[in-house]
C-alpha cells in the first residue's frame, strides 16, 4: 500500500546532540513537508520542497535542516541549535507542485530531549 | 503573510446535536482551504478542501463547510454529531499560484468534545 514511513516513531535526545527523522513516501509525490506540532500551537511549518534538490524554509527553520536528494525521501534533522526541540514531528506530501492536491501525513516521530 | 485562525480551543456538543468548528484565514489572492482531522498519537487525516466552485463542500464522515469570502471564514460543520467526531480538527489554507510556492499554513487546532 502507498503511502508516507516516518521512523522513528519514538526518540530520545541528550542536549547537544543531532538527531535525523526519517520520511520515506512511495506515493510517488513531487511535494514533501515537515511540521512541528506542540500542544496549543497546532502545527507549525518548519521546511518544504517542491521538487528534488530544491526547498524552502518555513515559519520556524532555525535548528533544523534538510535535503531532497531523492524523490522520495525529505528527511530532516534536529541540530543542537534548536533550543527546545521536545516534540511530535509530522511528515507530508503532495502530489502537486501547487498545493491543490491534499496532504497525505505519516504517523509522526515524538522527540524527546532528556 | 498567509494566516489561519481558529478561535475555539475547545467545542463541547451533545450527540445528535449540530457541530460547528471556527476558522478564519488571511492569505492574498484565492485561498485554497482545508480541513483535516486527527486522532490521539496519529497524522493528519484529510476532511475535505475548497478550491473553487461552490461555497458549500461536502466531505468525509458526513462533514461539510462553507466558504465564506466577505467574511474569510471556512467554518466546519455537522448535522448530527456523534461520540466518534471527537477528535482534534485543523484548518488548513494556502494561497493559489505557483508563486507561493506550496506553503501550506495550520491552524492552532480545536479539539472537539462530543458528550453521549
Known amino acids: 500500500d502507498g503511502g508516507i514511513t516516518q521512523s522513528p516513531k519514538y526518540l530520545f535526545r541528550k542536549e547537544g546532540q543531532n538527531v535525523t527523522l526519517s520520511c520515506e513516501q512511495n506515493?510517488?509525490?513531487?511535494?514533501m513537508y515537515w511540521y512541528r506540532q506542540d500542544p496549543g500551537q497546532g502545527l507549525r511549518l518548519i521546511y518544504y520542497?517542491?521538487?528534488?534538490?530544491?526547498?524552502q524554509k518555513g515559519d520556524i527553520a532555525e535548528g533544523y535542516s534538510v535535503s531532497r536528494e531523492k524523490k522520495e525521501s525529505f528527511p530532516l534533522t534536529v541540530t543542537s541549535a534548536q533550543k527546545n526541540p521536545t516534540a511530535f514531528y509530522l511528515c507530508?506530501?503532495?502530489?502537486?507542485?501547487?498545493?491543490?492536491?491534499?496532504?497525505?501525513f505519516g504517523a509522526g516521530s515524538r522527540l524527546t530531549v532528556l | 503573510a498567509q494566516s489561519v485562525a481558529q478561535p475555539e480551543d475547545q467545542v463541547n456538543v451533545a450527540e445528535g446535536n449540530p457541530l460547528t468548528v471556527k476558522c478564519t484565514y488571511s492569505v492574498s489572492g484565492n485561498p485554497y482551504l482545508f480541513w483535516y482531522v486527527q486522532y490521539p498519537n496519529r497524522g493528519l487525516q484529510f476532511l475535505l478542501k475548497?478550491?473553487?466552485?461552490?461555497?458549500l463542500v461536502k466531505g468525509s464522515y458526513g462533514f461539510e463547510a462553507e466558504f465564506n469570502k466577505s467574511q474569510t471564514s471556512f467554518h466546519l460543520k455537522k448535522p448530527s454529531a456523534l461520540v466518534s467526531d471527537s477528535a482534534l480538527y485543523f484548518c488548513a489554507v494556502r494561497a493559489s499560484g505557483y508563486s507561493s510556492a506550496s506553503k501550506i499554513i495550520f491552524g492552532s487546532g480545536t479539539r472537539l468534545s462530543i458528550r453521549p
Open positions: 507530508a506530501s503532495s502530489a502537486s507542485k501547487t498545493g491543490a492536491n491534499v496532504l497525505t
Open positions: 520542497s517542491q521538487i528534488v534538490n530544491d526547498f
Open positions: 506515493l510517488n509525490h513531487d511535494a
Open positions: 475548497y478550491i473553487t466552485g461552490d461555497n
